[in-house]
């Protein structure tokens, strides 16, 4: 497969233990796994070599030990049914894993993400429990949640989070490997192991059908406007720049490999001269500014108009959601049209808003 998927790290860490014949550890305490009793049964496991897959997807047995993406081994005592989310990324990931009915708070300013008034509207009234930042304590701790997911950022606030007796979770999908790591990861710790084998098994046919039909053809040069900053771009270490790779392209900036985004000025771009120049999704700069930009005049990609901005009608797309392949199938049509033709492009993305989303996109397009 296009992606390595060590991602079952073992996944989930997954000294997967049935420990009703001792006791279950408190919930959400980081434990060392102890030998196994005699009279405990080890869960089937998914090897490094045995990836989840949806033959190999199975109901998770509780009390289940899985390993975050902190490192920590985590009790989950028995099938969540309340479940809060800090991280827009991974509340996408609960909605996709089919687990929105038992949402019960969720980050601040949901309505800034369009795939919730489009998948989950009901996430717009939720509770909220702070940001990928900050946790609200006290606003989480009320709403009693079965589980909390949170991004690694907020590592801090583990011990905090489990005196007060939660089960915290961080995950970390900084790149496709550690999406999909993070994915059966949930998928294991809610029972949603087949949702998850679903969602990645589709990434991953995607990539693989983009890296069969661009075998051979020549690979432009593409620059990364970041967010807030056209002369902010994503090294080799960031999602994005798996993005161009998987859509055919060469990151000019992928040379970068000692940061995440980086400050560039117009001089390394007029260098580096891209053949195209792509837009983040949430972009605060239109394509009409970057064309009429006198500091860029002479790059390539200029001089050919070939300057266009990830859609961001759904999610945005350059960033680790479960739809994030989306924006490599997307930009291999701008790439490389004659391989990818809008219509097969067009038929994929619908595909897979309907399938893990419940919405038509092109409805929305």
Request: glycine content about 6%; aromatic content about 6%; charged content about 15%.
């Amino acid at each position: 497969m296009h992606i390595n998927r060590l991602l079952s790290l073992l996944l989930a860490g997954a000294v997967v233990l049935s420990l009703a014949a001792c006791g279950s550890p408190a919930a959400g305490t980081a434990t060392a796994g102890a030998p196994a009793s005699s009279s405990q049964q080890e869960q089937p496991l998914l090897l490094a070599d045995d990836p989840l897959t949806p033959e190999t997807a199975a109901a998770t047995t509780y009390p289940v030990i899985v390993t975050d993406q902190a490192g920590r081994k985590v009790t989950v005592s028995s099938e969540p049914r309340r479940l809060v989310s800090s991280y827009y990324i991974s509340t996408s990931m609960l909605i996709a894993l089919g687990l929105q009915d038992r949402v019960v708070g969720v980050e601040n300013q949901p309505e800034k993400r369009p795939i919730y008034a489009l998948s989950a509207p009901e996430f717009l009234e939720l509770a909220s429990i702070g940001t990928a930042k900050e946790i609200d304590l006290e606003a989480c701790a009320a709403l009693k949640p079965d589980l909390v997911v949170l991004p690694l950022k907020l590592l801090d606030s583990a011990e905090s989070l489990e005196a007060l007796g939660l089960t915290v979770l961080y995950v970390n999908p900084e790149n496709q490997q550690l999406l999909e790591e993070a994915l059966t990861l949930l998928g294991v710790a809610t029972n949603t192991q087949a949702r998850a084998a679903d969602l990645i098994a589709f990434s991953d046919a995607q990539a693989d059908r983009l890296a069969d039909v661009l075998a051979g053809v020549a690979k432009p040069k593409v620059y990364l406007g970041g967010n807030s900053d056209f002369l902010n771009t994503a090294g080799a270490a960031m999602y994005q720049s798996d993005l161009i790779t998987m859509a055919g392209g060469i990151n000019v900036a992928a040379e970068i490999t000692d940061t995440y985004w980086v400050q560039t000025s117009y001089e390394q771009v007029l260098a580096w001269d891209p053949e195209y120049i792509i837009l983040a999704s949430d972009a605060t700069y239109t394509v009409a500014d970057v064309l009429a930009d006198p500091n860029l005049e002479g790059c390539t990609a200029i001089e050919t108009g070939h300057v266009y901005q990830i859609p961001g009608n759904a999610e945005a797309w350059d960033s680790p959601v479960p739809g994030g392949i989306l924006g490599a199938v997307w930009l291999a049509g701008i790439l490389h049209p004659e391989q990818c033709p809008a219509d097969e492009t067009a038929e994929v993305i619908d595909e897979f808003y309907q399938t893990f989303y419940g919405f038509t996109y092109s409805e929305i397009a």
